[in-house]
């Protein structure tokens, strides 16, 4: 069973910057994945920030592109985030996500099967 860990979050001021990790266990050795970024406010649904497929393309959120980038090595199952100029309204919890899937997913979060705890993010103003 994929287990997802994630670290890295914290609180830093507008236009700070701040490095998500995720480091997973347990994948199944003959299944490519997609691996992604999602995040929950407060009141709000969890909303996809940025993937990652297997062949490395990546697909961001609108309101993230430019600012955040997303990359994995998969010999090391691990997944980072790093956000710069961050803005009040990126403050979220952050999770960590796996589809068994190579290719072809959107920022949908019912695609995704494997979710870590999650990370908080403020950002204050």
């Known amino acids: 069973q994929v287990r997802l860990v994630e670290s890295g979050g914290g609180s830093v001021e507008a236009g700070g910057s701040l490095r998500l990790s995720c480091t997973g266990f347990?994948?199944?050795?003959?299944?490519?994945?997609?691996m992604g970024w999602f995040r929950q406010a407060p009141g709000k649904e969890r909303e996809g920030v940025a993937i990652i497929d297997a062949g490395f393309a990546r697909l961001y959120a609108s309101s993230v592109k430019g600012r955040f980038t997303i990359n994995r090595d998969t010999s090391k199952a691990t997944l980072s985030l790093q956000m710069n100029s961050l803005k009040p309204e990126d403050a979220a919890m952050y999770y960590c996500a796996a589809a068994p899937t190579a290719y072809g997913l959107g920022l949908s979060r019912f695609d995704f099967t494997n979710w870590g705890q999650g990370t908080q993010v403020t950002v204050s103003s």
């Open positions: 347990g994948f199944a050795p003959s299944v490519d994945y997609t």
